[in-house]
């Protein structure tokens, strides 16, 4: 079975201050996992996935497979920022893969 | 140039009611999906098709029924709609099936049940 959580249901920083959004994941196998982000009233988009190890929109995140954890960071937040945050794991189900999603962290940057 | 789209954006209708949401993605992929966001924004899968096939069919009533005419359109039937149902219900695609981590999403479709 696979499982995402994040621990933080709603997150608010100061903007400029440093963000991060933890997860934590569980699967037996090879993980690969996401960021999805959505801002308000908008589609669900991909942010970042750990196999590319980019920086999106000044936003990393490394895979920690000893912690088994994938915290998304930032180093100086801006207001347009703030959106809801999602976790993913793509792992086997079957033949296809499929995603599992964390329960989603809003991220409020205050002014 | 939308990717994935679907129809209608929002559906408000009465209890007992069936209804059908359209999904099409002009992408080429061979993989779609149905997600369901609850209240608390808590997003699921629950079907997912991989050229016209189904491949994923979770734990949902069997009142939802998926149908996918040809690989570039997933449509979404619900029979007998209850006040649970209400959600919003997102249409995703990827290009394949075992590439199945990045997936583009549709807009929502924002389904009231009274």
């Known amino acids: 079975a696979q499982r995402v959580t994040q621990p933080e249901k709603l997150l608010s920083v100061f903007k400029g201050a440093p963000v991060e959004l933890k997860c934590n994941y569980s699967y037996s196998g090879s993980p690969e996992l996401f960021w999805y982000v959505q801002y308000s009233r908008q589609r669900l988009q991909l942010l970042l996935r750990h196999i590319s190890r980019e920086s999106i929109k000044g936003f990393t995140a490394d895979l920690n497979k000893g912690e088994t954890s994938f915290h998304l960071k930032k180093p100086f937040a801006q207001e347009e920022d703030s959106a809801m945050y999602y976790c993913a794991l793509s792992g086997l189900s079957g033949s296809a893969r499929q995603l599992t999603f964390g329960s989603g962290t809003q991220l409020t940057v205050l002014p | 140039d939308t990717a994935v789209s679907q129809t209608p954006k929002y559906l408000v209708t009465q209890m007992g009611n069936d209804k059908s949401i359209k999904c099409e993605q002009n992408?080429?992929?061979?993989?779609m999906y149905w997600y369901k966001q609850d209240s608390k924004k808590f997003l699921k899968i629950m079907f997912s098709?991989?050229?016209?096939?189904?491949?994923i069919n979770e734990t949902v009533p069997n009142r939802f029924s998926p149908k996918s005419p040809d690989k570039a359109h997933l449509n979404l039937h619900i029979n007998s709609l209850e006040l649970g149902d209400s959600a919003v219900y997102f249409c995703?695609?990827?290009?394949?099936?075992?590439?199945?981590?990045?997936?583009?999403f549709g807009p929502g479709t924002r389904l009231t049940v009274t």
């Open positions: 992408l080429g992929h061979d993989t």
């Open positions: 995703a695609s990827s290009q394949t099936s075992r590439g199945g981590g990045e997936q583009y």
């Open positions: 098709y991989n050229n016209k096939e189904l491949i």
